[in-house]
């Protein structure tokens, strides 16, 4: 569109009340900014969730033992969370990006900022969701 500008990210402006008019600026159109964001947010979202699952596991395993090499097989294990939770979010957040751009890019509609935010956040339940083997537990 003429005159377009690219939002800052984050851009998450509530479209009610005073923050009304940033809200109606804040709009995503192009493919790539629709990908930088779905990606920025997966990544900040998964290395977060990730990060906190690492530093339990670290926790649980720290009290019942402390020698120095355990220190350092605590901190590869968290290491590890952390770059596996960012490949897995560049990989799904890009995935993710490209999948609704287009989507959105078929029906000439723009995106509001909160649709990036709110898919990365999908993306974190459904890691949560199936990270549970009920189902085997169950039958």
Known sequence: ???????????LHW???????AYQNSFLYYTSDIWRFTVFWTFIMMVAFYSA??????LTHYKNNSSKNNLKML???FMTYVFV?????????SLIGVLISEIYKSGQFSMSTWIPFTCSLIVVMFNVVTSYSLTSVLL
């Open 85 to 93: 939770s960012a490949s897995q979010a560049f990989i799904s957040g």
């Open 53 to 58: 699952a690492a530093l339990i596991a670290v």
């Open 1 to 11: 569109p003429i005159g377009y500008n690219v939002p800052s990210f984050p851009s």
């Open 15 to 21: 479209p009610l009340g005073p923050s009304r008019e």
């Open 75 to 77: 901190f590869t294990i």
